[in-house]
């Protein structure tokens, strides 16, 4: 009986070096190398986070400027005449749209089919506007509207009736777009361009 105790008993347990060094936690040398190993890895990471976000950024601009004029474009079908203006008088680029209901629910037979018998800056009318930085801080892109001719347009309306795109490039009469516009968004870090077509006839959307 006192020999079954007596084994039954456990040895204790010595501890080794290991267990010793682990036990004690990490050295001051330890540690820095740890901090210089993260601080390394966030420098060689930041710029190219930087350049992502730049991008989405830049994504996330055209995607929303094509949506405007998707907008104007999917309206005129609806018994209604769009009016998108773009504007860059001084760098600054601001883009208002403005909806008008057409007198009768058949749309008359003037030509273009009312955007040249509304006025448009009617209080009355549904509008909203939009500013964008020509050079945004934050993602450093710069918007521009070319015409169908590729020539570069600080002022632009273009006026959408019955699924169809009149534009005009100044105060007076509007007249029916041939070919297609195009609004571009530039990243001025890398040169990438993005473009939105705005067609004459379909949907506007974005190209690159």
Known sequence: MLVARFLSRRLPRTRTAGAADRARGFTLTEILVVIFTIALLAAVASPAFIRI????????????LAELYRRGYVESSERATFLVRFRKPSGAVQVETVRAALDTPTPT??????????NWDD?????QTYRFASTDKKTLVEVGFLGPDNSIQDIADVCFARRTAFVRYNDGAFVQMVGAAKLSVKNLANGRIRRVLVPSFGLPRVIQ
């Open 53 to 64: 976000m730049r991008d989405i950024g830049m994504s996330r601009l055209t995607m929303q």
């Open 109 to 118: 037979l003037i030509s273009p089919r009312g955007c040249n018998t509304i």
């Open 123 to 127: 209080p009355a009318l549904e509008r």
